[in-house]
Nanobody, 111 residues
């Protein structure tokens, strides 16, 4: 049974940082690309970052230079380090692979 469990969300002031984690189980983690998506209120879900099985990364333009996706195959975990956060980064963040979705974790950037 595929499980993706996100953690690390919360309330942060503009300019602050958060690190999201996604613990995976039920499949061979190292064999799959992993993604972080986000969905803001009233908006469509958007792809934020992807990491390949070899560690190659891609980002949506709005987070380039601020967010970093990484993975630890020994821990079956993918991370999203978010720096210089802006109010427009406020959203529910989801971990994803071809096999399924996590439940999401709320990130709120506000003073």
């Amino acid at each position: 049974q595929v499980q993706l469990v996100e953690s690390g969300g919360g309330l942060v002031q503009p300019g602050g940082s958060l690190r999201l984690s996604c613990a995976a189980s039920g499949f061979t983690f190292s064999s799959y690309y992993m993604n972080w998506y986000r969905q803001a209120p009233g908006k469509q879900r958007e792809l934020v970052a992807t990491i390949s099985t070899s560690g190659r990364t891609t980002y949506t333009d709005s987070v380039k230079g601020r967010f970093t996706i990484s993975r630890d195959n020994a821990k079956n975990t993918v991370y999203l380090q978010m720096n210089s956060l802006k109010p427009e980064d406020t959203a529910v963040y989801y971990c994803n692979t071809h096999l399924g979705w996590g439940q999401g974790t709320q990130v709120t950037v506000s003073s």
